[in-house]
């Protein structure tokens, strides 16, 4: 009895009485029990997070051997489930999806986890259609290119070359006979950047701007336009649109773009020159000479 008193009395400097400690053993079972809840609660790590520690690890690895860093993280990533097994493409209409293709493997990439979006990105913007391109890696295997084609807008001559161009003026492809028939043909320096301006404010004059065959660019201050039946107008560097709409109420009244002259010369801001073709130059001359000699005939008959 005096030792469980003693070892009681221990216990009541130690921990408090035996009602005193079951109450600490049960609250401690409690705290543990809401404990284990709780982690059983988190989720469970995946196993492609941890295979990209994994392969984050190599990666030091693979630099330090020199030049094989890609190669070193597809043989690692590619047996842990993470190959590049299918590639999506959308956006691409003149861009074939093969060229897609074989513009990505130009990376060398084999895996998700080797392959650079920023490099696959500016490997795509370097092909010729291609505007922007975005590249998504979709884990596990799945690769996501959305392609942004460059507009055909016209089509520019410098020298003998002809050239499909954007609205920007940038070069896309060579043109090639049978396609993109109906772009507008620019000609001269300067011509494909600054062929947008001009060619939205001749909307308002519909019907002339569907006779204009091409639009040839001078000096590369302003223009002059060759129509189908090939009348050139020749612009003011000033106010072109305005100088046109003047020629297209000449037309309308007095049929002048349905005459024979060469040209219709709009420079000068207080007059218009019209040019005669050659034959008519010709007929022209023989016209005036005909009508002196009667003159002079009727001078004869006549004399005062």
Do not use: C
């Not at 060229?99 to 913007?125: H, N, Y």
């Not at 024979?260 to 130059?281: E, G, S």
């Amino acid at each position: 009895m005096q030792s469980l008193t003693a070892d009681r009395r221990q216990g009541d400097v130690r921990g408090g009485t035996p009602s005193q400690l079951t109450l600490r053993v049960l609250r401690a079972g409690r705290r543990a029990s809401s404990l284990a809840t709780s982690v059983a609660r988190l989720p469970i790590p995946r196993f492609g997070p941890l295979a990209a520690v994994v392969i984050g690890s190599t990666l030091v690895y693979g630099m330090s051997v020199g030049g094989h860093t890609v190669t070193v993280i597809d043989n690692i990533a590619q047996p842990l489930g993470f190959p590049i097994e299918a590639i999506d493409v959308t956006g691409n209409s003149e861009t074939s999806e093969i060229d897609v293709l074989q513009a990505l493997w130009q990376t060398g990439s084999q895996s998700l986890f080797s392959l650079d979006p920023a490099a696959a990105r500016q490997t795509l913007e370097a092909m010729p259609w291609v505007d922007r391109a975005s590249v998504a890696k979709i884990f596990p295997d799945r690769v996501r290119i959305t392609l942004s084609e460059h507009r055909p807008y016209a089509v520019w001559q410098k020298g003998r070359e002809f050239v499909v161009v954007n609205r920007e003026g940038k070069e896309i492809v060579p043109f090639e006979p049978g396609r993109f028939a109906n772009l507008p043909i620019v000609v001269g320096t300067g011509a494909a950047t600054h062929a947008a301006a001009l060619l939205d404010e001749l909307e308002v004059l519909p019907e002339l701007r569907a006779r204009v065959k091409a639009y040839i660019r001078v000096g590369n201050r302003r223009w002059d336009l060759r129509l189908e039946n090939s009348i050139a107008i020749e612009l003011p560097e000033d106010d072109p649109v305005e100088a046109l709409a003047e020629v297209a109420r000449m037309d309308r009244e007095n049929g002048l773009l349905s005459r024979d002259i060469a040209a219709v010369d709009m420079r000068l801001a207080d007059r218009i020159v019209i040019k005669l073709t050659p034959d008519a130059l010709v007929r022209r001359n023989a016209a005036l000479k005909e009508r002196e000699k009667i003159f002079k005939r009727s001078r004869k008959d006549d004399p005062v």
